[in-house]
């Protein structure tokens, strides 16, 4: 992602903690405020038990001063006072050897006002600590019996008195032969794919990783891609990637390629980023209200608010599809839109194709350009439907699991054909039966996992599929998501990588992603309405979206122009806003919707 900020939250799984809270005593506020315009830390924040030293950057508008509320634990070794201006703030925390966490607050003192910077929990040095115990005897085990490199993992020396995700995270970032759980540029590892997660047992989101979310869930159901720089003064605006249908933000009029640039009735900064991401990306509890201001594409804004009340949808993965057609063509192409493989709506899936099939279409568009993954049950039931009758009786993918489990159930590991195996849908091939031969994917970096994998199995039994786009991401891996708790008052949803998948061929070497046979990686981040085409031929400023390139190569052969396809006026290029590295601590929750598993998310 060359350290941009676009995070597609193509599932939508993904929680987070309000980020702004306020304190009862004190005349404190836990975000910023009273001078300090910001800060790089979180609200709240858990370090190891060892002795360290920990940097937190500020800016404030005064002259300030800091404090740490408990020496002991952590002292300010520098920084500790200073004027208007960026400065770092450097705690000097002793060695935690006690049984118990135990907490300090670092504070700032500005023109008489104390701002809550940070309260910072440093784990026990014992396993009596909640994520001491969550990685020795939850998290550890699971990873020596079903991780992909589990012989490996075992001769790691593990630090247990990490925060329970930095465990995961740096424990497989450490090693070496785990090449493929991850995402690399410029032969860097960006992230691991393999994720734990945790939340209250007594909130809404406490099933936050459901493979199938076939339940109505709350929340606006917006879901945000890039993050620009909306001006030179420090403002940003989030850009909608798209909206669930019936969603609260469907019903307000939101729609994709929207740019929000206020939220309660503010600027979005540094210094409300994380909370207006936060509220408009999660799910929330019934009634929950938030108002927010568009800005057109020359930047001004668009009145008046809209106010988005939280309420009950469905996370239909089928956001959009369309049948196009052009003069002097006998063609019929079928455009489908889907953002996860999710096999609690593929009854919708199939509506759509019967809908494909009622009207006769020639060829097929499947758009996975905000698709990273989900359950190998929707991508077989997909690609066999594309495939028809040629996929009758052949594998879809080979699936090869730790060398220990291939062992337990005979199987050998130096034969790919001995691998776990799943067949096309012969059923959904002979229902449909297209048997096109081409077939046309829209494909992104966030084009992953199970929307690889659709890529793969039908190259496996040679199927033509043109890649339009940019190169994917190179996900292939998959995962057997599994959840463990309470502990301490939390359940957790932890999904390592316990799988690699082969195509018919054994073909598995696209860890580096699928290079686009049309290539408009130039294009990729701009963000229309689905189903804008038009002819980028009378106006430079005029940009197409990806749709064009495909329909461009399926018309290529005929008398037709795609000048009759055009559904909408051409739109311009944006008004220079840029975009932006995230901002220090902000989560990014790219990897966590980035998912294969397998039928029944289960390995047999």
Not at 257 to 280: C, P, Q, R, V, W
């Amino acid at each position: 992602m060359k350290n941009l900020f676009k995070i597609l939250m193509c599932s939508a799984v993904f929680f987070f903690a309000a980020a702004c809270s306020k304190d009862a005593t004190n005349d404190e506020t836990t975000t910023t405020g009273g001078g300090i315009t910001y800060k790089s830390c979180n609200d709240t924040e858990e370090v190891s038990a060892e002795a360290q030293e920990v940097t937190v950057t500020i800016t404030s508008d005064a002259a300030w001063t800091a404090k740490s509320s408990a020496t002991r634990i952590a002292s300010i070794k520098s920084g500790a006072s200073g004027e208007a201006g960026t400065h770092d703030i450097v705690l000097e925390f002793t060695a935690n050897t006690t049984d118990f966490n135990r907490n300090v607050t670092l504070s700032a003192t500005v023109g008489g006002k104390t701002v809550t910077l940070c309260r910072f929990t440093q784990l026990s040095e014992s396993l009596k600590g909640t994520d001491a115990n969550v990685n020795k005897n939850y998290t550890t085990p699971i990873l020596d019996e079903y991780y992909l490199w589990n012989e490996d993992f075992r001769e790691l020396t593990l630090n247990y008195n990490q925060a329970y995700d930095e465990f995961v995270d740096n424990t497989l970032s450490s090693m070496t032969t785990n090449i493929l759980d991850g995402h690399w540029e410029d032969g860097k590892r960006q992230y691991i794919y393999s994720y734990i997660q945790r939340s209250p047992v007594s909130s809404a989101s406490a099933a936050l990783a459901e493979v199938t979310r076939a339940s109505a869930v709350t929340g606006f159901g917006i879901s945000i891609g890039t993050i620009y720089l909306l001006d030179d003064y420090g403002n940003y605006c989030f850009q909608v990637d798209y909206v669930y249908k019936d969603s609260p933000a469907d019903k307000a009029g939101v729609k994709r390629g929207d740019y929000i640039a206020k939220y309660e009735g503010s600027y979005i900064t540094k210094a409300n980023l994380n909370e207006a991401y936060a509220y408009l990306m999660s799910y929330l509890t019934v009634g929950t209200t938030k108002r927010i201001q568009l800005v057109d594409v020359e930047g001004n804004f668009i009145d008046p608010e809209i106010t988005l009340t939280a309420a009950s949808y469905y996370e239909n993965p089928v956001v959009y599809y369309n049948i196009f057609s052009a003069e002097n063509s006998d063609r019929k192409v079928g455009y489908l839109v889907y953002v996860s493989f999710d096999s609690a709506f593929d009854d919708e899936v199939k509506k759509v194709f019967d809908d494909f099939k009622a009207e006769g279409i020639t060829d097929i568009i499947l758009d996975l350009r905000c698709n990273g993954g989900g359950n190998v049950k929707s991508a077989r039931m997909i690609s066999s439907a594309l495939a028809g009758t040629a996929c009758d009786g052949k594998v879809f993918e080979y699936y090869r699991y730790n060398d220990e489990r291939m062992a337990a159930d005979g199987r050998n590991k130096d034969d790919y054909t001995t691998y776990k195996s799943e067949d096309f849908l012969s059923d959904v091939a002979n229902t449909y039966g297209f048997n096109f031969d081409k077939i046309y994917v829209i494909g992104t970096v966030n084009t992953a996992s199970a929307s690889e994998l659709v890529i793969n199995s039908l190259r496996g039994i040679d199927k033509t599929v043109k890649l339009v786009g940019a190169t994917t991401n190179g996900k292939n891996v998959g995962m057997e998501v599994m959840n463990f708790g309470p502990v301490d008052g939390y359940s957790y949803v932890f999904a390592p990588i316990t799988f690699q998948s082969y195509n018919a061929k054994g073909e598995s070497n696209y860890a580096n992603g699928f290079t686009p046979d049309i290539d408009a990686s130039y294009y990729v981040d701009n963000c229309f309405q689905w189903g804008v085409i038009y002819e980028p031929y009378d106006d430079e400023r005029i940009i197409p979206d990806l749709i064009y390139y495909a329909l461009n190569d399926i018309f290529a052969d005929t008398e037709s122009s795609l000048r009759s396809l055009r559904v909408a006026e051409p739109t311009r290029s944006s008004f220079g806003m840029r975009k932006v590295e995230k901002p220090r601590g902000f989560v990014n929750p790219l990897r966590t919707n980035m998912y294969m598993v397998p039928d029944e998310n289960k390995a047999e």
